[in-house]
């Protein structure tokens, strides 16, 4: 036993064994939720964008080469390399870079916050468990896999002296910056500009260099994104709807109230903790730049209440996760006063923080969709549009997804085959995934696109799909209702009584 207890002990203190336990810890603790949920995936981005790209690659390929691809591209050599199914190479892909942001936290501590091998290993594992990182690494992968590697390179550029320069170190910093300004729009921006003022400040010759190099070679991406060029080219209404259907948002939803009842949610019990962390926190100043932008992107609804191109609630989660260093920092500060204070040891106390916010997080990861903690059900009408409440949630929840698989079954059964299905944008991962024999899905975001695009065809060999209680917003005499479940409904229209004239109208 004692001998046990010493291994233990000389594990929390040697760097590279604590750093193997951080990885495996956030590693297993991403398993989790998948496995309560296998056969089926998590993530709504996973369900109708990662999947769907590595399933038919030959397809999509070339438009995913327009949005900041490199993760994407990854994932497609590793199902390539291993035979692993698409669901299969995301879910160990996503437990995988979950496993390197937790090393990621456990480095940020050691060479930026400078706290002990232990402290850090609390710090990793406090911040691995909060509802901005766990809602991230539920379909944000290639977020996740561009925030570990920002973290890893602030590491590696702050602690870095004007005298302890070498061109290793300068080659390794300019890679691992360029890797990170090309592999997602949003963290690359927030990270090249974050190094720039850091650089200005600093005045450090590497963060100076790469900084110069991540812009130079994130703008180059940002300009051969066809998304910069469709903005430019049509008005800013359409790029808002294309905004508001890539990420899921509802646009009723997208305003002051839900966005500050977000905010809250996400980072309220992290804030107090995060004070302290941020006013004692010496030589952090790389990482308090992004966390002072991510925070005016917050808050960006204030001066444009209405504007969900500016996607607050991203800025809310990034912000999150920031604070979130900030905050576990912060309670090891905490311990060390209460410590001195009442000559008691710091662990205990550090226990109870991670079990009280380890039952929040856990309770998160594994709960239902429907029956979440109560902490998110009574807010499900204010946040639910922009985090899920559960992860056991892709494009519906989890406990439906057979009904779903199956009604989509009925399709390939009983329609004919290259028949046109019309119905909403969440479900579009799963009609391309199982729909076969050359029946086609088009999904919308309104009904009003839906009835548009079904004028445009005349109705021919088509059927509508909505989710249950949902108006199809078709007059009944020219649908038949030939499938019905709990989840799903799935209409026949037809051709000969709609085109009588007045259904091929606009005005209806």
Not at 306 to 317: F, K, M, T
Not at 389 to 416: C, Y
Request: hydrophobic share 50%; aromatic share 12%; with cysteine.
């Amino acid at each position: 036993m004692q001998t046990l207890t010493l291994s233990i002990l000389h594990g929390l203190t040697n760097p590279f064994r604590a750093a193997v336990l951080v990885f495996s810890a956030g590693f297993f603790l991403r398993l989790v939720p998948e496995m309560s949920a296998y056969p089926y995936p998590i993530g709504y981005d996973v369900i109708n964008y990662y999947i769907p790209v590595l399933n038919n690659f030959n397809i999509h390929w070339h438009t995913t080469f327009h949005e900041f691809p490199l993760y994407v591209y990854l994932l497609h050599l590793l199902s390539i390399a291993t035979g692993f199914s698409p669901h299969i190479t995301v879910l160990v892909s996503a437990a995988f870079m979950f496993g390197i942001f937790s090393v990621s936290i456990f480095v940020i501590g050691i060479r930026i916050l400078k706290v002990r091998v232990s402290e850090s290993i609390f710090l990793s594992v406090f911040v691995m468990v909060q509802l901005a990182i766990l809602r991230t690494t539920w379909d944000l992968h290639k977020d996740i896999f561009s925030i570990s590697l920002m973290l890893i390179a602030f590491s590696l550029i702050s602690t870095n002296r004007k005298g302890d320069y070498s061109n290793k170190k300068l080659v390794a910093s300019i890679i691992l910056s360029s890797i990170i300004a090309i592999s997602d729009r949003m963290v690359g921006g927030l990270f090249s500009l974050s190094l720039l003022i850091f650089a200005l400040k600093s005045r450090n010759r590497i963060a100076v260099l790469s900084s110069v190099v991540a812009l130079c070679i994130f703008f180059i991406a940002l300009f051969t994104s066809s998304n910069l060029w469709n903005d430019l080219k049509y008005k800013l209404v359409e790029s808002r709807q294309s905004v508001i259907l890539n990420a899921g948002i509802n646009s009723g939803s997208y305003n002051p109230h839900d966005l500050l009842i977000s905010f809250l949610v996400v980072n309220g019990l992290l804030i107090p903790s995060a004070l302290l962390g941020l006013r004692l926190a010496k030589g952090s100043a790389i990482l308090k730049v992004p966390l002072v932008i991510s925070i005016f992107g917050s808050f960006s609804w204030i001066l444009f209440p209405n504007d969900p191109s500016l996607v607050a609630n991203r800025w809310i989660i990034l912000a999150g996760i920031l604070l979130s260093i900030f905050s576990g920092y912060g309670f090891i500060i905490l311990s060390k006063k209460i410590s001195v204070r009442r000559s008691t040891p710091t662990c205990p106390i550090l226990l109870i923080v991670i079990v009280t916010f380890g039952i929040i997080g856990i309770s998160y990861i594994v709960l239902p969709y429907r029956n979440p903690l109560i902490l998110y059900e009574m807010v499900r009408g204010s946040i639910g549009s922009f985090e899920p409440v559960s992860m056991q949630f892709n494009s519906v929840d989890i406990k439906d997804n057979q009904m779903l698989v199956s009604a989509i079954e009925w399709m390939n059964n009983n329609t004919a085959p290259n028949s046109t299905i019309v119905g909403p944008s969440h479900l579009r991962g799963w009609m391309e995934i199982e729909l076969n024999q050359g029946r086609t899905y088009h999904f919308f975001n309104s009904k009003e696109n839906e009835l548009d695009y079904l004028r445009k065809i005349k109705f021919q060999d088509s059927y509508l799909i909505e989710f249950k209680g949902e108006n199809p917003n078709l007059p009944e005499a020219i649908i038949d209702k030939v499938y019905n479940s709990k989840v799903i409904n799935v209409w026949k229209i037809s051709p000969s009584k709609a085109n009588t004239g007045v259904y091929l109208s606009n005005s209806g």
